[in-house]
């Protein structure tokens, strides 16, 4: 694989430049029946069985941290240990246990709510039900509503990078933002400028609840929804009326596992009870914010505006990453590594999306986008950088071109954000 690297540069996001010179994006001209005969039909086998294993494998993992977490406190303040610590070392000892357990419980749950994911694909087995249940408990387990997420995920797939029908990621135009006509003199840098400490601050936020406020309350969604459109209501805009007692069931699902929590409450106490499930339940959100985000905004991808997009122009229009290497693949279960060829066929099982990327690569080679960069540099990078789109396509093609802290592309005709160089 090759890296994707930006097109232009520039002195500064200030200087001068002529939109009609930037290098043009050209959009994918394939067929998908053309792009999937590239793809060998094994690869589209799903074994029930080993996707299990896996399921097996994050729940082992998950219950044995939890019951070694359990036993942290009582540990570390035993007379033995704080005789060898000290009372301060020990005190530092069961804080950095504890943070060893967050991480690793939060990367073990969002590799379970994958799972749960691949569920929602059919991606797990060719029997729906066992998906469905799977799928359900996956899930129901970290507080997500499955088939209300289901169905509005699968919206997203089937329309992704279509900026009248997208659900997720959607980004707001020049007239969202109340940000005067391009004719006008901006100063972009002093508009979209925040401290840095302020911008950071900001961001923490964002990542421990973007996950619950986008169920809640559609913040990346159509900007044209009714308010308090969620995923919670089966009679809101989303969902369809056949769909209502599907998304009811979810609704208990949560209940259900709001009981359970209230109970180990009752049990254990509220602040073992946070530690324990409420901490990695936060780190899911992070994770999953930062993987979703940085699968679909990037200086390199394009949106498109009414006729011009079709599913396999926005299939492309996602970017794989190497996200935590190693770590990344063996938690995340390939899905922040190998998401473009998700896009185009997500029923593929993760175990199988490395060898089907390297015949996609091969197929639709530039149009196949890649990036080693450093995933929080790069977040950090995106997140400043991705403002805003024009209020219409600027392209012959279509596309729509994505400007940043210096209101100008990098390329003709693209989904891309300035960069501060």
């Known amino acids: 694989m ?10 500064g996001a200030r200087q001068s430049y002529a939109e009609g010179a930037l290098p043009t994006f050209t959009p994918i001209p394939w067929s998908l029946n053309e792009i999937r005969a590239a793809i060998p ?10 996707v299990l294993l896996y399921v097996a494998r994050d729940l082992i993992m998950a219950g044995f941290f939890l019951r070694s977490a ?10 033995h240990v704080v005789e060898h610590l000290t009372v301060v070392g020990a005190q530092i000892a069961r804080l950095m246990t504890w943070l060893l357990y967050w991480l690793l419980q939060g990367l073990i749950f969002t590799g ?8 929602g694909h059919t991606a797990l087995s060719g029997n729906k039900h066992i998906c469905n249940i799977v799928g359900y408990i996956a899930h129901t387990i970290l507080l997500t509503p499955y088939f209300s997420w289901k169905i509005t995920h699968h919206r997203h797939h089937i329309a992704h990078a279509s900026m009248e029908r997208d659900q997720l990621f959607v980004p707001r135009t020049r007239s969202d933002l109340g940000i005067p006509s391009k004719g006008q003199q901006l100063d972009y840098e002093d508009y979209f400028g925040d401290t840095p400490l302020y911008a950071l601050t900001v961001l923490i936020v964002q990542q421990l609840l973007a996950f619950p406020v986008c169920l809640a309350c559609n913040i990346s969604g159509q900007k044209n929804y009714p308010r308090w459109t969620n995923h919670f209501n089966p009679n809101c805009v989303l969902f369809m009326k056949n769909q209502r007692s599907l998304i009811i069931i979810s609704d208990l699902g949560i209940l259900f596992m709001m009981y359970i929590l209230k109970r180990t409450y009752e049990a254990w106490g509220a602040t073992t009870t946070f530690k324990v499930y409420g901490v990695p339940w936060f780190c899911v959100s992070h994770w999953l914010a930062m993987i979703t985000y940085l699968h679909h905004t990037d200086p390199e991808l394009p949106h498109y505006r009414r006729a011009q997009w079709n599913f396999q122009r926005g299939a492309a229009a996602t970017m794989d990453r190497n996200f935590l290497g190693y770590i990344g693949r063996f938690f995340f279960h390939d899905v922040a590594h190998f998401h473009v060829v998700h896009h185009f066929f997500p029923k593929i099982p ?15 080679g530039e149009h196949y986008r890649y990036s080693d960069k450093p995933v929080f540099e790069a977040f950090w ?4 950088e991705c403002k805003f789109i024009e209020d219409e396509a600027r392209s012959a093609q279509g596309q729509s071109c994505i ?13 891309t954000s300035v960069v501060d160089r």
């Open 2 to 11: 090759t890296s994707s690297t930006h097109s232009t540069e520039v002195a």
């Open 41 to 50: 039909q094994h690869l589209f086998t799903r074994q029930t069985w080993r």
């Open 70 to 79: 359990l036993r942290i406190d009582s540990f570390y303040g035993g007379e």
């Open 112 to 119: 379970i709510w994958v799972i749960g994911h691949e569920c």
């Open 350 to 364: 993760f175990y199988h999306a490395e060898e089907a990327t390297r015949y996609l690569q091969a197929f639709i």
């Open 381 to 384: 990078h995106n997140v400043n």
């Open 403 to 415: 400007r940043g802290t210096g209101g100008r592309p990098e390329r003709a005709g693209m989904y």
